[in-house]
């Protein structure tokens, strides 16, 4: 019987073995990430990063993990606030907030129509909160303004809607600066009706970077502000919630009623660390690579439909008769793939350069092949031509 189960024991063992370590394919992931315009949550960590985050500690966050405590601490006084919650996702994060915030309904959130709780967190403002979202196209195709969020506030005491709780604005948004004086006139609207703030400051790290603004500084207006460290700094996980003592007290409880506590956070604490304190210096030149990008597609022709202010830029090939579908099919089929979706155009702090050499010389071959006749270089004053001045030019063409 002993011998029966000792068997038993033994197969069961031989059974659950598994080998997953696969770091013989990370070179050619680390290529391959290099040669995407997919996003930049597809950065991966470096050998340094890992060395770093090794030095972690091992505690239990769900009760007290010392190097999360350290990070959430560092990352509260960074944005001047009391008090910080590591979560695993930007999604998590902003989701908790706003439950934080939406405690009882009837009650609505406001933000812009594209904005990613709004179109990218599978409806979980209605499923957590219960709240209906007004989402609001901003009236100049950039950013909200607070006559646009007036127009659509729900102040009224009347029983047939949902009165406006909270407004979410997101800085960075399709890698557009929200400017913060519009951002603090909204403010000044919220405070007049009792309404909170949040903000979605995923990509946050890139205004900073691009304006030389304090993060205190952009995030002063808001109740509460979600960074992620995997968007834009290339840590593998992880996000923080940030606000007072009292509200970061009840994300805590909310993280574990969303099954979102974690255990041994440590390495993923250093790994955020780590890349707050290395990548951030990284992002003016991943602007910089962004706006040759933009360049490049200007002087092919292509109809820029949001513009390179940090990571990302939105373009339109119908003017070389491409299709999106096109361009993606042939890039992968280069002896070197390129990797691309539809209309936007992320690029990130491993992005290889030669891409966007290779990504142009690609749409100017796919063009010509067309017949399509490549136009002149663009005239320029003294030398320059500010593509945000062809983004507006070409916005109100469109609207004519």
């Known amino acids: 019987m002993a011998s029966d189960l000792q068997q038993r024991r033994e197969s069961l063992i031989v059974q659950a073995k598994i080998d997953v370590n696969l770091a013989n394919d990370n070179e050619v992931i680390i290529h391959t990430v290099s040669r995407s315009f997919a996003s930049d949550t597809i950065t991966v960590p470096t050998k340094e990063m890992y060395q770093y985050a090794l030095l972690s500690s091992l505690g239990d966050d769900v009760y007290e993990e010392p190097s999360t405590i350290r990070l959430q601490n560092h990352v509260a006084k960074l944005f001047g606030k009391e008090a910080a919650l590591f979560v695993s996702s930007g999604s998590m994060s902003n989701q908790i907030a706003l439950r934080a915030h939406l ?23 209605a499923y957590h909160s219960q709240a209906a979202v007004t989402a609001v196209m901003p ?54 009706h009792g309404i909170r703030m949040h903000l979605d400051g995923a990509r946050i790290w890139h205004v900073a970077a691009e304006t030389g603004t304090p993060l205190a500084e952009l995030a002063e207006p808001f109740d509460s502000i979600s960074c992620c460290f995997s968007k834009g700094l290339g840590a593998p996980v ?67 439909t949001s513009p390179a202010e940090t990571c990302m830029v939105f373009y339109d090939p119908s003017p070389l008769e491409l299709s999106y579908d096109e361009i993606q099919e042939r890039a992968a089929q280069l002896p070197d793939p390129i990797k691309t979706g539809g209309s936007r155009l992320v690029v990130h702090i491993q992005t290889s350069p030669q891409m966007i050499d290779d990504f142009l010389n690609l749409l100017k071959t796919l063009a010509t092949e067309k017949g399509v006749e490549l136009p002149a270089k663009p005239k320029r004053v003294n030398g320059e031509m500010d593509p945000r001045d062809i983004y507006v030019r070409v916005s109100k063409a469109k609207k004519a």
């Open 238 to 304: 992880g996000s923080c919630l940030i606000g007072t003592k009292e509200f970061i007290h009840r994300a805590r409880w909310l993280r574990k009623l969303f099954g979102g506590a974690m255990r041994q956070t440590g390495i993923l604490a250093g790994s955020a660390a780590y890349a707050l304190s290395n990548n951030l210096q990284l992002l003016p030149g991943v602007h910089d690579l962004t706006k040759k990008l933009e360049k490049g597609l200007i002087d092919l022709g292509c109809i820029i």
């Open 103 to 125: 405690t009882q309904p009837p009650h609505s959130l406001l933000c812009d129509v594209r904005a990613h709780i709004h179109c990218y967190e599978a409806g979980g403002a």
């Open 139 to 192: 009236s100049n195709g950039h950013h909200l303004t607070a006559e646009d969020v007036k127009k659509h506030l729900v102040v009224i005491d009347d029983v047939h809607f949902a009165p406006t709780r909270v407004i979410a604005l997101e800085n960075t948004l399709n890698g557009c600066i929200f400017p913060q004086e519009e951002i603090l006139a909204i403010s000044e609207l919220a405070k007049l």
